[in-house]
T-cell receptor, first 116, second 116 residues
């Protein structure tokens, strides 16, 4: 059983739809992350949360809205997306953000998003 | 400038042979960490191995070892006795010692195919 669970695994939506991606970690970690992985491009960090507080927003368009109600759950709310937003969205968690450079991030299986 | 460079978009290896996946990095920090992840076609990013910048010995984890050459700023992954299940994308990543986010920066990946 994976320590980081993402739902749904696949999502197809129109540009005017509103949907949310969900991530849950069962590892007791305090930091959570959203990444975007487009075809033939390196992973792009989108958001970082540490102890429920957003510590990083990598110039992500406002049509992506993250929410972190507690250290175990992370959401990505989607609204009025564009075709170029089609990608694999990966959630990750780690023990903390500030210290411990040797702590790996543990990833979920991702949500494969397609925008029609 | 790219912080993580993986120059091999694709690699082939015969089953049971060893293979080396290249990774070079660029940082001015003295303290940093290097990670390798495996991503099968299912999408999940699986942490494989970690090397700290102050570690004097090369990291090893089972069939995975990291050939760390600090002066050359390279951190190549060596997979010994390749198995068919090793076929996947492999990403090198770095966490630098500065900044509040201590985010991971990923390379563009190498697609490894193990041939029977």
């Amino acid at each position: 059983e994976t320590g980081v669970t993402q739902t749904p695994r696949h999502l197809v939506m129109g540009m005017t739809n509103k949907k949310s991606l969900k991530c849950e970690q069962h590892l007791g970690h305090n930091a959570m992350y959203w990444y975007k992985q487009s075809a033939k491009k390196p992973l792009e960090l989108m958001f970082v949360y540490n102890f429920k507080e957003q510590t990083e927003n990598n110039s992500v368009p406002s049509r992506f809205s993250p929410e972190c109600p507690n250290s175990s759950h992370l959401f990505l709310h989607l609204h009025t997306l564009q075709p170029e937003d089609s990608a694999l969205y990966l959630c990750a968690s780690s023990q903390t953000v500030g210290d411990g450079s040797n702590q790996p991030q543990h990833f979920g299986d991702g949500t494969r998003l397609s925008i029609l | 400038a790219q912080k993580i460079t993986q120059t091999q978009p694709g690699m082939f290896v015969q089953e049971k042979e060893a293979v080396t996946l290249d990774c070079t990095y660029d940082t001015s920090d003295q303290s940093y960490g290097l990670f390798w992840y495996k991503q099968p076609s299912s999408g999940e990013m699986i942490f494989l191995i970690y090397q700290g910048s102050y570690d004097e010995q090369n990291a090893t984890e089972g069939r995975y070892s990291l050939n760390f050459q600090k002066a050359r700023k390279s951190a190549n992954l060596v997979i010994s006795a390749s198995q068919l299940g090793d076929s996947a994308m492999y990403f090198c990543a770095m966490r630098e010692g500065h900044g509040s986010a201590r985010q991971l920066t990923f390379g563009s990946g190498t697609q490894l195919t193990v041939l029977p």
